[in-house]
C-alpha cells in the first residue's frame, strides 16, 4: 500500500505576527501543530482585504482551541490553507476563532481538524469584505 505523497502547499499559521509560509503538507491528514499560541487581542490581528480579496473569520467553540482550521476551494480540495484557532480577547467576552486574513473571493470548504479530512462547512469569502462564519455544531 503506498502512503500519501506530500506536496508543497501555502499554509498560513498565527504566529504572534500572523504571518503565512510553507511547508510540505498532504491533504486530510489532520495536521494539527504541536505549537500553543497565546490569546490575541483586540488590534493584534490584521487583514489585507480590497478589490477581489476578503477574509474569513471562524468563530469555535473552546473545544477547538490549538486545532488547526484546513480551507480550500471548492474546485480545488487538495490545495488547502490552514490557520490555528486562537482565544481573541477584546471588548466583551473572551472568544474562540481562526481568522484567514487573505483570501480570494470565492466559495470555501472547511475541513473537520479531527475527522480525518471530511468536510465541516462551504462559506462564501466576498472581495472587500470579512466573512463571519460559526463552526457547525
Not at 474569513?56 to 471548492?74: D, F, N, R, Y
Not at 483570501?103 to 462551504?122: E, F, N, V
Request: net charge negative.
Amino acid at each position: 500500500m503506498s502512503s500519501p505523497t506530500a506536496a508543497p502547499a501555502t499554509h498560513q499559521h498565527p504566529h504572534p505576527h500572523e504571518a503565512p509560509h510553507t511547508h510540505s503538507h498532504v491533504a486530510g491528514t489532520g495536521h494539527v501543530s504541536g505549537e500553543v499560541y497565546g490569546p490575541s487581542h483586540q488590534g493584534s490581528v490584521m487583514v489585507d482585504i480590497g478589490g477581489d480579496v476578503g477574509a474569513l473569520i471562524v468563530h469555535t467553540p473552546a473545544t477547538l482551541l490549538g486545532a488547526e482550521i484546513e480551507l480550500s476551494h471548492v474546485d480545488d480540495a487538495d490545495t488547502r490553507t490552514h490557520v490555528a484557532v486562537r482565544e481573541r480577547r477584546g471588548p466583551g467576552p473572551v472568544q474562540y476563532a481562526a481568522v484567514f486574513p487573505s483570501l480570494t473571493a470565492g466559495t470555501y470548504t472547511l475541513w473537520h481538524p479531527d475527522r480525518h479530512g471530511s468536510p465541516a462547512a462551504q462559506v462564501t469569502v466576498n472581495g472587500a469584505e470579512v466573512t463571519r462564519f460559526t463552526w457547525p455544531s
